[in-house]
């Protein structure tokens, strides 16, 4: 058996060294790499430790505070109004962190004439009112921060909560009982803000991920603000479906301290490879349990990097050597540096270059061979690829052109209404090729009435392109006409089987939206129903086809529908492109995943749910757009009287 010379020179010489150098150092990187990986995840639980430490003495700070307020208080009942609102003063200057501070009163227990007094600073302005305006009769037992504290006689932290009364931000209440001797007269309290707190530990925390929960596992602050009173760990753990967190979760409500190692956790959606330290401990001032999640891959970056430079210097030292090997070799191979040299021609254009007087029967001979007969076929090949680059860079400029002009045909400006407060509209078109079938358009036909559209031509390319043009043209023109959804969508089926004698259909959907009541007349030409997003995140179907396909039927009738947007309701219509995305495996995307994905999304705007939607179906199918995808959104921002007087009776937005 023959073996060239650059392979015996490996086999003998730079193999054997590579062999060793690698277990070596293999075996010492790993040894570097796991001492590493133990000091980093004791010295992140003392970060946590130190920072639950950092939050223990603010927190007992401020509480302190409240508790000398209510010993004061016992001491000195007797307080005029004025002084005990500036005792409050006194408290809200102790820390931006607290929103408002009270004192509530027993019955008559501040004034003889007096049933009910509670006095009540809030805000950076010091804002003062009694409590009662608010509360009402606050000892009747439906205030339990006040029920709980007399019924106790201990000092409590609230759930977590959102104040929908002066506040209109998430917080926790502390309260404290004022005894005068063994009497309780009343209860001291502060609210205390979560995003402010939450903006404090997002600066600490810099890019790790924190929770913290209350004793019940409700969110207090967390590194997504939108899970702050949304959500709680036992919710999340249930929804991450993952038997290692379960058991850490148990160990955090149970108050422990320590630390915990999940493989590959879903989080947000998306699966965080590797391993995620979660660290906990409790806060003993306030009953709360602090926890972080950190990505072992982010946080031995660094360490990483090292062993990135140690390899380095090992793949410099056997570059050395092998160039070292080659030199000494170098008579050996003389005759090579002639195919070299035939190469550097022919790498500088030169394709006549001719490989001569090498009679070798060996590697060299034989590829001398090949060589020239690569050149020959090279040059022709050359010729042709010219001639179909040519051709195709001409198709791939016209094709340039045509998605130009389709995307001068559809509204570019967002916000489109800038002027109009009533309502928020965003739309996205994105095409599977150069040019796209679907297409959305949206305009004010009067100042009371916007009429928009969005539609999906059968097949794709230049011909679906032509017939979307022809489409978006019908519909603008019979819109301005003053007819209903239904009307036109049937004239339009009529205009479109005459023009192009039912080649290609249209699934549209035309709505009618007036801006004042939030209602929309509609019809459905055979498109999928949109989604209505309602104010409490609620996903529902709405919008069922009100007629068959646009353009291949003759004689159809298209009937009108209605529907209403109430104020904080958006409606999201969407082409098939959104359901029919297909994963790499070939699943598709499906109406249950949409679903979930704009429950999860339901507060987002129109521009960032459009954009969000697109995101979610890129990277779903991997970057590769399988199919044209359409989205407009319409949200209702500003409601009627009538609408009005149902929010203010119903505030929350529950159905």
Not at 63 to 69: A, C, E, R
Not at 142 to 165: C, I, M, S
Not at 269 to 286: D, Q
Not at 302 to 318: E, K, Y
Request: hydrophobic fraction near 40%.
């Amino acid at each position: 058996m023959t073996f060239s010379i650059r392979w015996k020179l490996i086999v003998s010489i730079i193999l054997p060294l590579l062999l060793i150098a690698g277990i070596v150092m293999g075996l010492t990187l790993r040894r570097v790499y796991d001492s590493a990986v133990f000091t980093l995840q004791n010295q992140h639980l003392r970060e946590v430790s130190l920072l639950a430490t950092g939050i223990n003495y603010e927190l007992g700070s401020l509480s302190g505070t409240v508790d000398d307020t209510a010993i004061f208080l016992g001491l000195k009942p007797t307080l005029d109004t004025e002084a005990i609102f500036s005792l409050l003063k006194d408290t809200m200057r102790r820390d931006p962190l607290i929103y408002g501070a009270s004192i509530a009163f027993e019955p008559f227990a501040y004034r003889n004439d007096l049933r009910l007094f509670a006095p009540y600073v809030y805000d950076k302005d010091m804002k003062r009112l009694d409590l009662t305006s608010v509360l009402g009769d606050y000892t009747n037992g439906r205030v339990q921060w006040y029920q709980q504290v007399k019924t106790t006689g201990h000092a409590l932290w609230t759930e977590p909560y959102f104040d929908n009364g002066n506040g209109n931000m998430p917080i926790v209440t502390y309260a404290v009982p004022v005894k005068n001797g063994d009497t309780f007269i009343g209860v001291a309290t502060f609210d205390l803000r979560l995003d402010l707190l939450n903006q404090r530990l997002s600066a600490r925390m810099n890019s790790s991920r924190f929770m913290i929960m209350s004793p019940s596992g409700r969110f207090i602050s967390h590194y997504d603000p939108a899970m702050i009173l949304n959500s709680g760990l036992v919710e999340m753990t249930a929804s991450l479906v993952n038997p290692l967190f379960g058991q850490i979760t148990t160990r955090i409500m149970g108050g422990d301290t320590g630390m915990g190692v999940v493989n590959n956790l879903y989080l947000n959606g998306n699966i965080v490879p590797g391993n995620m330290w979660v660290n906990f401990t409790p806060i003993t001032t306030t009953g709360w349990r602090l926890a972080t999640l950190a990505s072992e891959h982010d946080l031995i970056a660094p360490i990483r990097a090292q062993i990135q430079i140690a390899l380095l210097g090992l793949s410099l030292t056997i570059l050395l050597t092998f160039v070292l090997v080659w030199t000494m070799s170098s008579r050996l191979t003389n005759p090579i540096k002639k195919l070299e040299a035939a190469v550097s021609e022919v790498a500088r254009g030169k394709l006549d270059t001719h490989i001569e007087n090498i009679r070798s029967t060996d590697e060299l001979g034989r590829l001398s061979l090949g060589f020239n007969r690569m050149l020959k076929n090279l040059k022709k090949q050359i010729e042709l690829q010219s001639q179909q680059e040519t051709a195709q860079k001409l198709v791939e400029r016209e094709l340039q052109m045509a998605r130009e002009t389709q995307k001068s045909l559809l509204p570019t400006e967002f916000p489109p209404f800038p002027d109009r407060k009533e309502f928020e509209l965003h739309a996205l078109n994105q095409a599977a090729y150069h040019v796209a079938g679907d297409f959305f358009d949206f305009f004010l036909v009067n100042p009371k009435t916007l009429v928009f559209v969005i539609a999906d031509v059968s097949g794709k390319g230049m011909s679906a392109a032509l017939v979307m043009a022809v489409t978006r043209t019908i519909v603008r023109d019979l819109a301005h006409s003053g007819r209903s959804p239904g009307e036109i969508l049937q004239e339009t089926n009529e205009r479109l089987r005459d023009s192009q004698k039912g080649g290609a259909f249209v699934t549209i959907f035309l709505g009618s939206y007036n801006i004042s009541s939030g209602k929309i007349i509609y019809a459905n030409g055979g498109h999928v129903p949109p989604y209505l997003i309602a104010r409490n995140g609620s996903v529902t179907n709405v919008g069922d086809a009100t007629g068959t396909i646009v353009g291949m039927l003759e004689d159809q009738e298209y009937r009108n529908a209605e529907i209403t947007l109430k104020a904080g309701e958006t409606l999201l219509l969407y082409t098939d492109g959104f359901p029919e995305a297909r994963s790499p495996a070939g699943e598709f995307y499906g109406m249950p995943r949409i679903k979930t994905f704009l429950q999860k999304n339901a507060q987002l705007n129109c521009l960032d749910l459009c954009e969000a939607s697109i995101r979610e179906i890129d990277n779903y199918q991997n970057q590769n757009l399988s199919d044209d995808v359409t989205l407009l959104a319409l949200k209702r921002l500003n409601a009627g009287p009538v609408s009005l007087l149902a929010e203010l009776l119903n505030p929350k937005g529950t159905p």
